[in-house]
């Protein structure tokens, strides 16, 4: 079985930054895609960031320029940088991975919390 923890969560205040990190273990097979899911009360599930094994990457507009999506395959971590955080980023961030040959795979989440 494949599990995900994620970790780094905490609360910041505006302008703060966090790095969050997705550690998995179990196999992945084949080409692979990480990334990074947010939800808020009362507003619909957002994507974040992605990452592709071979290292291309895709991001929210509202966080572009903000956040930083890595993975080291090493060590089966994928990690969120997440600088000049605002209030609006408050949510609780949930990584995954899936691939041609699975199903997503969720972390248990991280709450992210920026006021100040």
């Known amino acids: 079985q494949v599990q995900l923890v994620e970790s780094g969560g905490g609360s910041v205040q505006p302008g703060g930054s966090l790095r969050l990190s997705c550690a998995v273990s179990?196999?992945?097979?084949?080409?692979?895609?990480m990334g990074w899911f947010r939800q808020a009360p009362g507003k619909e599930r957002e994507l974040v960031a992605r990452?592709?094994?071979?290292?291309?990457?895709n991001y929210a507009d509202s966080v572009r320029g903000r956040c930083t999506v890595s993975r080291d395959n090493a060590k089966n971590t994928g990690y969120l940088q997440m600088n000049s955080l605002k209030p609006e980023d408050t949510a609780v961030y949930y990584c995954?991975?899936?691939?041609?040959?699975?199903?997503?795979?969720w972390g248990q989440g991280t709450q992210v919390t920026v006021s100040s």
């Open positions: 995954y991975v899936e691939s041609s040959y699975t199903p997503r795979y």
């Open positions: 179990g196999t992945i097979f084949g080409r692979s895609v």
């Open positions: 990452i592709t094994s071979g290292g291309t990457t």
